[in-house]
């Protein structure tokens, strides 16, 4: 069982037929080495991971969802950056 002062850490984990890391959960650990060693136990028992990575929680940095609309709309307004602006020249070809 954690104690109030043991960091929280998040945990990625790279299956063996994916290429990137997914987060799979989170987990209470004195330490990166205890961190690591924890989910190992408890997120790859059948063998899946190949690769762990461990993050405290609080070294992660994220937006507000309260600031969506700031953050994420003015995106919408630059169309060109929608890859259906763009017309492609009769000589490339289509797929």
């Given at each position: 069982m954690?104690t109030p002062?043991t960091?929280l850490?998040?945990?990625?984990i790279?299956?063996r037929?994916g290429l990137a890391?997914k987060?799979?959960?989170?987990l209470?650990a004195?330490?990166?080495t205890?961190a690591?060693?924890?989910a190992?136990d408890?997120?790859?028992?059948?063998?899946?991971?190949?690769?762990?990575?461990?993050?405290p929680?609080s070294?992660?940095?994220?937006?507000?969802?309260?600031e969506k609309?700031m953050?994420?709309?003015?995106?919408?307004?630059?169309?060109?950056?929608h890859?259906t602006f763009?017309?492609?020249?009769?000589?490339?070809?289509?797929m």
């Amino acid at each position: 069982m954690a104690t109030p002062n043991t960091p929280l850490w998040e945990v990625f984990i790279r299956s063996r037929n994916g290429l990137a890391h997914k987060h799979v959960g989170s987990l209470h650990a004195s330490d990166a080495t205890m961190a690591v060693q924890a989910a190992r136990d408890i997120y790859t028992r059948r063998g899946e991971g190949l690769s762990i990575w461990v993050v405290p929680s609080s070294a992660i940095t994220a937006s507000d969802p309260a600031e969506k609309a700031m953050m994420f709309e003015p995106a919408e307004s630059k169309i060109y950056r929608h890859p259906t602006f763009y017309e492609v020249p009769e000589e490339v070809g289509h797929m």
